[in-house]
T-cell receptor
Framework: DTAVSQTPKYLVTQMGNDKSIKCEQN?????MYWYKQDSKKFLKIMFS???????INETVPNRFSPKSPDKAHLNLHINSLELGDSAVYFC???????????FGPGTRLTVL | QKEVEQNSGPLSVPEGAIASLNCTYS??????FFWYRQYSGKSPELIMF????GDKEDGRFTAQLNKASQYVSLLIRDSQPSDSATYLC???????????FGAGTTVTVRA
């Protein structure tokens, strides 16, 4: 299946831990994104990579660090997790920067 | 002022009726507009995009864009219970290529 996939689907962890979320797309797209959807369902951009280059870096704590090893993968590492980090994190991709974006299934992160 | 505003829901319509969703945006230079549907517990799914003023139809969905009024809308004709979801309006920034989302309008179609 051609799609955007994320792992894990659910992540439950303690405050202070470090965790990673992985994203892969097999659509041949050049651009990938991380979004956060909070408890009020508001969806907000965090980062975007275009051809492995960071092009959007919103005002997020520097505990969040994206990494793109190649065009098909974009990972998100979070250090020192806090209660407020609990949310659903969506990866997305688009053919190019200004094109329509396609979302992965999401990772529900719960910090206890 | 929020960048993208949607009409507050929830919106309840009877089966077979037209559901009308509205969205206004603040970036006058924006050229690309998208509607996503999100079922509860699922990811946003692209259902329409529109770049030019006027109407764009795809099946039971019609997107309408008026750049002068900074207004984009989505009509769902012959609404079905399966259309019950939250609909997100998204606008691509003119300078930064960031996709800004509205808070969403939840639609319930009554059988």
């Amino acid at each position: 299946d051609t799609a955007v996939s994320q792992t894990p689907k659910y992540l439950v962890t303690q405050m202070g831990n470090d965790k990673s979320i992985k994203c892969e797309q097999n659509l041949g797209h050049d651009t990938m994104y991380w979004y956060k959807q909070d408890s009020k369902k508001f969806l907000k951009i965090m980062f975007s990579y275009n051809n492995k280059e960071l092009i959007i870096n919103e005002t997020v704590p520097n505990r969040f660090s994206p990494k793109s090893p190649d065009k098909a993968h974009l990972n998100l590492h979070i250090n020192s997790l806090e209660l407020g980090d609990s949310a659903v994190y969506f990866c997305a991709s688009s053919k190019r920067l200004a094109n329509e974006q396609f979302f992965g299934p999401g990772t529900r992160l719960t910090v206890l | 002022q929020k960048e993208v505003e949607q009409n507050s829901g929830p919106l309840s319509v009877p089966e077979g009726a037209i559901a009308s969703l509205n969205c206004t945006y603040s970036d006058r230079g924006s050229q690309s507009f998208f509607w996503y549907r999100q079922y509860s517990g699922k990811s946003p799914e692209l259902i329409m995009f529109i770049y030019s003023n006027g109407d764009k139809e795809d099946g039971r969905f019609t997107a309408q864009l008026n750049k002068a009024s900074q207004y984009v809308s989505l009509l769902i004709r012959d609404s079905q219970p399966s259309d019950s979801a939250t609909y997100l309006c998204a606008v691509l920034g003119s300078n930064d290529y960031k996709l800004s989302f509205g808070a969403g309008t939840t639609v319930t179609v009554r059988a």
